[in-house]
């Protein structure tokens, strides 16, 4: 009878060290997730890249969902825009069927000439995509280069960061050169843009723990303190996302019918169909 309790004593202590294990455990994870949260930004990548490209966030994330990368989420709105399609029609041609990004482009006529943005220096990655570039000096012959879909990715998410966020180029690649993904840039260009638009003060979730030694100071204000801003002199809410979109960039985009050049490719279906109509209703008088 003494052993049974003794067990069941002892059953009872490995219960609670494995309780307060978990207790001491839990907030490790949950302070694990609110930091990830906070270093995703107010409006987030995928917020961005939908506001940008005129799609809502869900959307975003479902392309995701689907099967594409973060870095290769705004090449499928991007070509989206250019080829006036849906992005299931673009997540069939890369997922299921395979196909390469130059080969999409190349598909739907999109030239070189769109994933060109203008900057004073370049490294690489950008090397090679802006080699192919300088090597034709007139815009006319861009026409020639075969960009890789490596380079549309970078030259995508370059036109995308920087335009949205009115932001330098150069500084984009540069992060890029240190080897950040796509996603981790815009965090930190949004965090720059956060701690201008708030005059200079970082956010709540930014500012280390504690207070500087002149304020744990019991004495009233010190001059250390009169520099340092109070609660109400930093705003509350989030930074507003910026307004660039799209269109900003690309005013006017042709509908690829209306080019020469592929206006057999999306009226021929038509006029097959009209012509076999044509046909089964002569039959039918017949």
């Known amino acids: 009878m003494r052993k049974r309790k003794f067990f069941l004593m002892e059953v009872k202590k490995m219960k609670r060290i494995l309780l307060i294990l978990v207790l001491l455990l839990l907030p490790t994870s949950l302070w694990a997730q609110v930091s990830f949260s906070i270093s995703i930004g107010a409006p987030g990548f995928y917020l961005s890249v939908g506001?940008?490209?005129?799609?809502?966030?869900?959307e975003v994330v479902v392309v995701r969902e689907r099967g594409i990368p973060d870095d290769d989420l705004p090449v499928v709105f991007?070509?989206?825009?250019?080829?006036?399609?849906?992005?299931?029609?673009?997540?069939?041609?890369?997922?299921?069927?395979?196909?390469?990004?130059?080969?999409?482009?190349?598909?739907?006529?999109?030239?070189p000439t769109v994933f060109y943005i203008p900057v004073a220096r370049y490294g690489p990655p950008y090397g090679r995509a802006y080699g192919h570039y300088k090597r034709y000096p007139h815009e006319r012959d861009w026409i020639r280069i075969r960009l890789k879909d490596a380079d549309i990715v970078n030259q995508v998410n370059l036109i995308?960061?920087?335009k949205y966020y009115n932001y330098s180029p150069e500084r984009v690649i540069k992060m890029r050169e240190q080897g950040s993904s796509f996603g981790n840039i815009e965090r930190k260009v949004y965090r720059e843009r956060e701690y201008q638009a708030r005059g200079g003060v970082p956010p709540p979730e930014m500012r280390r723990p504690g207070s500087p030694p002149e304020m744990r100071r019991p004495q009233g204000r010190t001059e250390g303190m009169a520099g340092f801003p109070s609660k109400k002199d930093i705003p509350t809410q989030g930074v507003k996302p910026p307004h660039s979109r799209f269109q900003d960039v690309y005013s006017s985009i042709p509908h690829p019918s209306q080019r020469p050049e592929v206006k057999g490719r999306y009226g021929g279906e038509e006029k097959g169909r009209e012509r076999g109509q044509g046909k089964k209703e002569k039959r039918g008088k017949d």
Do not use: M, T
């Open 160 to 162: 995308f960061i920087s």
């Open 78 to 111: 991007f070509i989206c825009k250019h080829a006036h399609v849906a992005p299931e029609v673009i997540i069939k041609l890369r997922v299921v069927d395979g196909w390469a990004w130059s080969r999409i482009c190349a598909y739907y006529r999109i030239p």
């Open 51 to 58: 506001n940008f490209f005129g799609y809502p966030e869900r």
